[in-house]
């Protein structure tokens, strides 16, 4: 089940790699390099592939170089940014690996109130520079998370409800053609791309930059994190599903099936049992969250209360640490008109059944700013979709993949398979093996019409690939 790579890794000839050599001011790693192997892997341990060439690119320029050098060369290209990249498309068997993890830079201008980051930015970059001003834009929900694929497949997080997704927040950006010219896309220029690109993933080109509009945020939030025996999550759920409908924007809460870890905050005697957690934050006054959340709270008994005032930049690294590099991940997810009974049972029924007890089930409440754009307005279509149930399979042992990725697709099968369920998320896909028109609903055509533009020859097709008209 895991991504195996070649006997060998290709080495190409000195005097070819050289041109491009010259024109990168960034590092060129080879197989041969001492740093390759380390180079090379990526956050999720199953895939394990062997690029010819690693370009550890600085800038733009180094960016349009790789580009045009891979196309004279006939090499295939993956594209690297911050991380966090499940169905291992950053990552090309003997190809070019442009890693665009060195441009990471991060500017707030205060006054426009934007904030322009690189294209190898991580989220926890661009919440440490724009908290300094009370300021935040919305993003994701693990710091370690890379803003390039979580914001060009539309980026769910905290703040979705109240400000939109990652996408709805972009205010340009910066492109690396397939014929290796410059872009810069907005509102005004290229509308066409950025559009696209809102949604579309990087099937386009390589954003090298991205800008954002910013909010006020923090830099106190408060942040609601109670756990409940698992025996308590049809009831907890109930609770949860009264208080969506009319929970405010500003607050948010996902629940999620897990097992309750080995850790001094919970009792001891349910180490190791089933648990339905509920996670979020409220950003309104903080003498207001208590009675926001009472519902859920007393839904039913928590075994545990880690709720309260925390920095913004806390709450959005919390989970940092159930997320490291190098464990095993397999991810897929399915939006839900309904968040039914049925949905429900199905979730707990799995999670009891889990063979690693650091995979969750997990349900996102979506909605609000999010439902507000019109689906045609860019290119992420599932805007009207309530909620969003993902299976997150994270496990240790090589030889627990089969068990793993067999459970977290029973899971989603089972689901799947209702009348309630429709369409993809783009950033929980799996390894990319269903249709991507999942993902695209009635956006799908005009997608295919500028990719044909922009990429006739699907240079950029490590990715939920949409094909260029032939």
Same mark, same amino acid.
Request: glycine share 10%; charged share 25%; net charge negative.
């Given at each position: 089940?895991?991504?195996?790579?070649?006997?060998?890794?290709?080495?190409?000839?000195?005097?070819?790699? =050289?041109?491009?050599?010259?024109?990168?001011?960034?590092?060129?790693?080879?197989?041969?390099?001492?740093?390759?192997?380390?180079? @090379?892997?990526?956050?999720? =341990?199953?895939?394990?592939? @062997?690029?010819?060439?690693?370009?550890?690119?600085?800038?733009?320029?180094?960016?349009?170089?790789?580009?045009?050098?891979?196309?004279?060369?006939?090499?295939?290209?993956?594209?690297?940014?911050? $991380?966090?990249?499940?169905? $291992?498309?950053?990552?090309?068997?003997?190809?070019?690996?442009?890693?665009?993890?060195?441009?990471?830079?991060? @500017?707030?201008?205060?006054?426009?109130?934007?904030?322009?980051?690189?294209?190898?930015?991580?989220?926890?970059?661009?919440?440490?520079?724009?908290?300094? !001003?009370?300021?935040?834009?919305?993003?994701?929900?693990?710091?370690?998370?890379?803003? =390039?694929?979580?914001?060009?497949?539309?980026?769910?997080?905290?703040?979705?409800?109240?400000?939109?997704?990652?996408?709805?927040?972009?205010?340009?950006?910066?492109?690396?053609?397939?014929?290796?010219?410059?872009?810069?896309?907005?509102?005004?220029?290229?509308?066409?791309?950025?559009?696209?690109?809102?949604? /579309?993933?990087?099937?386009? $080109?390589?954003?090298?930059?991205?800008?954002?509009?910013?909010?006020?945020?923090?830099?106190?939030?408060?942040?609601?994190?109670?756990?409940?025996?698992?025996?308590? =999550?049809?009831?907890?759920?109930?609770?949860?599903?009264?208080?969506?409908?009319?929970?405010?924007?500003?607050? /948010?809460?996902?629940?999620?099936?897990?097992?309750?870890?080995?850790?001094?905050?919970?009792?001891?005697?349910?180490?190791?049992?089933?648990?339905?957690?509920?996670?979020?934050?409220?950003?309104?006054?903080? $003498?207001?969250?208590?009675?926001?959340? *009472?519902?859920?709270?007393?839904?039913?008994?928590?075994?545990?209360?880690?709720?309260?005032?925390?920095?913004?930049?806390?709450?959005?690294?919390?989970?940092?640490?159930?997320?490291?590099?190098?464990?095993?991940?397999?991810?897929?997810?399915?939006?839900?008109?309904?968040? *039914?009974?049925?949905?429900?049972?199905?979730?707990?029924?799995?999670?009891?059944?889990?063979?690693? @007890?650091?995979?969750?089930?997990?349900?996102?409440?979506?909605?609000?700013?999010?439902?507000?754009?019109?689906?045609?307005?860019?290119?992420?279509?599932?805007?009207?979709?309530?909620?969003?149930? *993902?299976?997150?399979?994270?496990?240790?042992?090589?030889?627990?993949?089969?068990?793993?990725?067999?459970?977290?697709?029973?899971?989603?099968?089972?689901?799947?398979?209702?009348?309630?369920?429709?369409?993809?998320?783009?950033?929980?896909?799996?390894?990319?093996?269903?249709?991507? *028109?999942?993902?695209?609903?009635?956006?799908?055509?005009?997608?295919?019409?500028?990719?044909?533009?922009?990429?006739?020859?699907?240079? !950029?097709?490590?990715?939920?690939?949409?094909?260029?008209?032939?």
């Amino acid at each position: 089940m895991s991504q195996e790579p070649s006997d060998s890794p290709v080495e190409l000839p000195d005097v070819q790699v =050289a041109p491009l050599r010259e024109r990168v001011r960034g590092e060129i790693v080879t197989p041969s390099h001492p740093a390759y192997d380390e180079t @090379r892997a990526i956050w999720n =341990a199953m895939i394990d592939r @062997r690029p010819a060439l690693i370009a550890q690119c600085t800038g733009t320029a180094d960016v349009v170089a790789c580009v045009d050098f891979a196309g004279e060369n006939d090499l295939e290209i993956a594209i690297r940014g911050g $991380g966090h990249n499940v169905a $291992g498309k950053a990552v090309t068997e003997g190809g070019l690996l442009i890693d665009l993890s060195r441009m990471n830079g991060v @500017r707030v201008d205060r006054d426009a109130r934007t904030v322009r980051a690189g294209g190898g930015a991580e989220l926890g970059d661009v919440d440490h520079e724009t908290q300094v !001003f009370g300021l935040a834009t919305a993003l994701g929900a693990v710091s370690q998370t890379g803003i =390039a694929g979580l914001t060009l497949n539309g980026g769910y997080g905290h703040l979705s409800r109240e400000y939109g997704l990652a996408a709805d927040n972009l205010v340009s950006a910066d492109v690396v053609t397939a014929d290796g010219e410059v872009l810069t896309v907005s509102e005004d220029s290229h509308e066409d791309l950025f559009w696209a690109i809102r949604g /579309g993933g990087g099937n386009f $080109g390589v954003v090298t930059s991205f800008e954002y509009e910013l909010h006020e945020v923090g830099p106190e939030v408060y942040a609601f994190f109670v756990w409940f025996h698992g025996d308590d =999550a049809e009831a907890v759920f109930d609770g949860f599903r009264e208080w969506a409908d009319t929970a405010p924007r500003n607050a /948010g809460a996902l629940p999620f099936l897990a097992h309750v870890p080995e850790l001094d905050e919970f009792p001891e005697p349910s180490w190791g049992e089933p648990t339905v957690a509920l996670l979020g934050s409220f950003r309104g006054e903080i $003498g207001d969250a208590e009675e926001v959340y *009472t519902p859920l709270r007393e839904s039913a008994t928590p075994i545990a209360d880690l709720s309260g005032p925390i920095p913004y930049e806390t709450l959005q690294s919390m989970l940092d640490e159930d997320y490291p590099d190098g464990l095993r991940y397999y991810w897929k997810s399915v939006f839900l008109t309904e968040l *039914t009974d049925e949905v429900i049972d199905i979730a707990i029924r799995y999670n009891e059944s889990a063979p690693s @007890r650091l995979s969750t089930v997990d349900v996102w409440h979506l909605g609000g700013a999010v439902a507000d754009v019109p689906q045609d307005a860019t290119a992420f279509w599932h805007r009207d979709k309530p909620f969003m149930l *993902t299976v997150e399979a994270n496990w240790e042992d090589p030889s627990e993949d089969d068990a793993n990725v067999e459970w977290a697709r029973g899971v989603f099968d089972e689901v799947a398979s209702l009348d309630v369920a429709s369409g993809r998320y783009g950033n929980f896909p799996g390894f990319a093996e269903d249709p991507t *028109t999942m993902l695209y609903g009635d956006n799908y055509d005009r997608l295919v019409e500028v990719k044909t533009k922009y990429d006739p020859e699907n240079v !950029f097709h490590l990715n939920q690939n949409i094909e260029p008209q032939t």
